[in-house]
């Protein structure tokens, strides 16, 4: 199956976002495009732990329910969350009520702050496992990397949870860490521009 398929302008993408409106949207506007807000970076590892089992159509149809939910997953308001916060979520039903994922944001919240107490913030903690340009697999051939294994381990040890190799990538590819858009998806060479002019957080310069 090729890669890449022509989408409603006749344009090549990539092919995962064939399946959708909504992911032919989030693929054009949002995947692969460099983030440095915390927020944004906390969500997308909540996200992608709540994924787990899932599809990313799925979530992505319940962003909004959860951004709502979570308070736009500002992780200083989440790590606050109680039980009876707990019970609350798990009769939302614009969430995905799993009693063990939402208890993971909880906790994931209080992490998040140690780590942007010590590191200076998330961004640039996360962006210090960007990989080189030679530890690159070919596009949308890997579901790891060794940086996604390194980061996974280095979370769980400091206690995050669904924070696993597989789910690291994936938040490392729509992060912007990792460019992993097909060779002639028409949106890898506007990643590619955004990634140049982006300042890497915690770095003087590119």
């Known amino acids: 199956m090729s890669v890449t398929f022509s989408?409603?302008?006749?344009?090549?993408?990539?092919?995962?976002?064939?399946?959708?409106?909504?992911?032919?949207?989030y693929h054009d506007r949002e995947w692969g495009f460099p983030v440095d807000d915390d927020f944004r970076l906390f969500e997308k590892l909540c996200l992608e732990g709540f994924q787990a089992g899932l599809s990313w159509r799925t979530i992505l149809a319940k962003r909004e329910n959860f951004r709502a939910a979570f308070h736009g997953f500002d992780y200083n308001r989440i790590a606050r969350f109680t039980q009876d916060d707990v019970a609350r979520l798990l009769q939302d039903e614009?969430?995905?009520?799993?009693?063990g994922k939402i208890e993971a944001v909880i906790?994931?919240?209080?992490?998040?702050i140690e780590l942007a107490n010590s590191e200076g913030s998330l961004a640039a903690y996360f962006w210090q496992f960007e990989p080189a340009p030679g530890e690159l697999a070919a596009p949308q051939t890997a579901s790891t990397s060794a940086g996604s294994i390194a980061l996974?381990?280095?979370l769980k040890k400091q206690g995050w949870k669904f924070v696993g190799p597989t789910t690291m990538y994936a938040f490392m590819q729509a992060m912007g860490l990792v460019n992993d858009h097909a060779e002639g998806c028409i949106v890898r060479s506007a990643v590619d521009d955004s990634r140049r002019s982006f300042h890497v957080p915690g770095r003087e310069s590119w």
Do not use: T, Y
């Not at 989408?7 to 092919?15: F, L, S, T």
């Not at 906790?107 to 998040?112: E, G, I, L, S, V």
């Open 152 to 154: 996974s381990k280095v």
């Open 7 to 25: 989408g409603p302008d006749g344009k090549p993408r990539c092919h995962w976002c064939a399946a959708a409106p909504e992911l032919l949207a």
């Open 94 to 99: 614009g969430i995905v009520r799993h009693r």
């Open 107 to 112: 906790n994931n919240a209080q992490r998040a």
